[in-house]
């Protein structure tokens, strides 16, 4: 007798067991597609924002033209010292921290009813390479293997423009390596005189400095940043 019930309770489990699993069995699939369907979803809206939304290299900014910001970007062109095409194509990338020191510049002499122009940005050391192969001389080029504040993406080129987008008299073209485009030439008009003030003034301000034989160059102080080899695309 007590054979007999303990081969009816173990039946009595096994099929319970069964019919257990038959409903796993049913609702898995289910469970499956819907995880798969929600991945799938996924996929496409990242693929698609993506396409559209092209995020910027981590810890650089592109400075593009506004009403008050024009680009003049010289070593796209052949108009320049070394007279040859250094870039492929003309954009102007900074480094983060450089695009806010910037941002203040420009708000300041928005301000006043002002603007700027520039004509150099962050340079590839290949493009260092390219400029020291045309003048292998310092006083003119940085070596490559020191590497400018240009090659660290925090140096700028950089005049100013009226709020007409007119650009102001400098005393001298960009990249003059005469005494005339030096800070402590007083021999200038007047009006040259207090552009150059205006604009040394004002990026320094913001943590820009200067050096004393080119009244366009200016670099970010704070922080220290390695030599970039980075190349932009051209779009």
Same mark, same amino acid.
């Given at each position: 007798?007590?054979?007999?019930?303990?081969?009816?309770?173990?039946?009595?489990?096994?099929?319970?067991?069964? *019919? +257990?699993?038959? $409903?796993?069995?049913?609702?898995?699939?289910?469970?499956? #597609?819907? &995880?798969?369907?929600?991945?799938?979803?996924?996929?496409?809206?990242?693929?698609?924002?993506?396409?559209?939304? /092209?995020?910027?290299?981590?810890?650089?900014?592109?400075?593009?033209?506004?009403?008050?910001?024009?680009?003049?970007?010289?070593?796209?062109?052949?108009?320049?010292? &070394? $007279?040859?095409?250094? !870039?492929?194509?003309?954009?102007?990338?900074?480094?983060?921290?450089?695009?806010?020191?910037?941002?203040?510049?420009?708000?300041?002499?928005? %301000?006043?009813?002002?603007?700027?122009?520039?004509?150099?940005?962050?340079?590839?050391?290949?493009?260092?390479? /390219?400029?020291? +192969? /045309?003048?292998? *001389?310092?006083? !003119?080029?940085?070596?490559?293997?020191?590497?400018?504040?240009?090659?660290?993406?925090?140096?700028? #080129?950089? @005049?100013?423009?009226?709020?007409?987008? $007119?650009?102001?008299?400098? @005393?001298?073209?960009? +990249?003059?390596? @005469?005494? $005339?485009? =030096?800070?402590?030439? !007083?021999? =200038?008009?007047?009006? &040259?005189? %207090?552009?150059? /003030?205006?604009?040394?003034?004002?990026?320094?301000? =913001?943590?820009?400095?200067?050096?004393?034989?080119?009244?366009? =160059?200016?670099?970010?102080?704070? @922080? %220290?940043?390695?030599?970039?080899?980075?190349?932009? #695309?051209?779009?």
């Amino acid at each position: 007798m007590m054979r007999s019930i303990f081969y009816l309770l173990f039946f009595m489990i096994m099929f319970a067991c069964k *019919n +257990d699993s038959k $409903e796993k069995a049913k609702l898995n699939p289910i469970l499956e #597609d819907t &995880v798969d369907a929600e991945l799938e979803i996924d996929t496409v809206s990242t693929k698609s924002e993506s396409e559209v939304i /092209k995020p910027a290299r981590p810890g650089w900014a592109e400075i593009t033209e506004d009403e008050f910001t024009k680009l003049d970007l010289r070593y796209a062109t052949d108009n320049n010292f &070394v $007279e040859m095409q250094m !870039y492929d194509c003309g954009r102007c990338f900074v480094r983060e921290e450089v695009y806010t020191g910037l941002e203040n510049v420009r708000s300041e002499l928005k %301000e006043k009813g002002f603007g700027i122009i520039l004509y150099d940005c962050y340079r590839p050391r290949p493009v260092q390479q /390219k400029l020291w +192969d /045309k003048v292998p *001389n310092a006083s !003119y080029v940085t070596p490559p293997s020191r590497g400018s504040m240009h090659n660290r993406g925090v140096a700028l #080129d950089i @005049g100013l423009t009226d709020a007409k987008g $007119e650009i102001l008299d400098m @005393g001298t073209e960009f +990249d003059y390596f @005469g005494k $005339e485009g =030096h800070h402590d030439y !007083y021999d =200038h008009p007047k009006e &040259v005189l %207090e552009n150059r /003030k205006l604009l040394k003034s004002t990026m320094e301000k =913001h943590a820009f400095a200067s050096i004393r034989t080119e009244w366009w =160059h200016y670099s970010y102080v704070i @922080g %220290e940043y390695e030599i970039a080899e980075w190349l932009w #695309d051209c779009q």
